[in-house]
């Protein structure tokens, strides 16, 4: 079993920084993607940035480039995502998520992931 623990969500201003950790807990052999997904109330969970624990390279979604970045620290089984310039449209509860390489590597697709940790909300107003 694996289990994900979030944290570092909390309250800013647009234009302002944040940065989420998220520690992966238990049989973590089969695990070689990470990723972090956001959701609103409005909108269906969706993928913002993912990263492959073996090789490193990462994927973003357009809305983020160039502002955040996701990065592995593997001695503390931690992903972290630092989010630079946070624009009003950042706000939402934000999900680390974790799974297999598949065909083509690391999938920035929620349908890639299979073990998800509990949320931690990210709110920027302005």
């Known amino acids: 079993q694996v289990q994900l623990v979030e944290s570092g969500g909390g309250s800013v201003q647009a234009g302002g920084s944040l940065r989420l950790s998220c520690t992966t807990y238990?049989?973590?052999?089969?695990?070689?993607?990470m990723g972090w997904f956001r959701q609103t109330p409005a909108k269906e969970r969706e993928a913002v940035a993912v990263?492959?624990?073996?090789?490193?390279?990462?994927s973003y979604t357009d809305s983020v480039k160039g502002r955040f970045t996701i990065s592995q620290d593997n001695a503390k089984n931690t992903v972290y995502l630092q989010m630079n310039s946070l624009k009003l449209e950042d706000t939402a509860m934000y999900y680390c998520?974790?799974?297999?390489?598949?065909?083509?590597?690391?999938?920035?697709?929620?349908?890639?992931?299979?073990?998800w940790g509990q949320g931690t909300q990210v709110t920027v107003s302005s």
């Open positions: 990263i492959n624990t073996g090789g490193g390279s990462t």
């Open positions: 238990g049989y973590t052999v089969s695990i070689d993607c």
């Open positions: 998520a974790a799974g297999p390489l598949r065909t083509g590597g690391c999938p920035i697709a929620r349908w890639g992931f299979n073990y």
